[in-house]
């Protein structure tokens, strides 16, 4: 599926259209035969031919939660970017450039990941409570807020819960508003549930015009 999308993107634009093609990589699951570096690798490579501009490195899983700040073991909790050591492996042997996310909130972290060989940083929950981070980066300073934490037992429900936090943050500042890094988990998780569950449905209703409109395209 992932490498007919890109080459479906690919064939519907002119050649001499710019198109950066991001795909976002799941490096390691931390579930036993699950995804691992090596599988990484093996995406990375059939990804090559289909001139991909960037693989997007992340990881973890909603019951191995590092993607959302949750690092799954002492390794990991130890440092910021949670994936930096899968990164390094796939650098050494990656035909595309690299983008790793996960963790990643201070500027010292961000230059041992670009030291790395790592092309790009992809960073989500330090902007989204601290939107002027790239200002206090010029002048010196770091983040100086963090979202509350999610200390639920349930793994796949904090994790849900963790990722609302920051979609609740960004929705915050698009409205013109300011972030409020204190706001309950409950009160995040909820609303996005809500808007999901909305948009599933204008989406099950919309998939049998759209899949009607192919076939007549597709007839003529």
């Known amino acids: 599926m992932l490498l007919d999308v890109v080459a479906a993107t690919r064939a519907v634009v002119s050649p001499s259209f710019a198109v950066a093609v991001a795909v976002k990589l799941n490096s ?37 939660p590092a993607m959302t700040g949750r690092p799954a073991d002492t390794r990991t909790r130890s440092r910021e970017a949670y994936f930096l050591d899968l990164a390094r492996d796939l650098v050494t042997t990656s035909p595309l450039p690299l983008m790793l996310t996960g963790g990643i909130t201070r500027r010292d972290t961000a230059d041992r990941v670009l030291d790395s060989g790592v092309a790009l940083i992809g960073m989500g929950t330090a902007p989204a409570v601290t939107p002027d981070l790239p200002e206090r980066r010029r002048n010196g300073r770091e983040a100086d807020r963090q979202l509350r934490p999610v200390a639920w037992t349930d793994k796949a429900l904090a994790s849900a819960a963790s990722m609302a936090q920051v979609r609740h943050q960004m929705r915050r500042i698009a409205r013109g508003g300011a972030p409020r890094p204190g706001t309950h988990p409950a009160r995040a998780l909820l609303p996005e549930q809500r808007l999901q569950r909305w948009a599933l449905r204008h989406y099950r209703a919309w998939l049998p015009t759209a899949e009607t409109s192919r076939r007549l395209d597709h007839d003529e």
């Not at 390691?28 to 693989?55: C, K, S, T, Y």
């Not at 490195?57 to 019951?63: F, I, N, R």
């Open 28 to 64: 390691a699951d931390f579930q036993r035969g699950g995804f691992g570096v090596d599988d990484a690798r093996r995406v990375i490579a059939m990804l090559e031919p289909l001139d991909v501009d960037l693989v997007e490195l992340s990881g973890g899983s909603y019951e191995s």
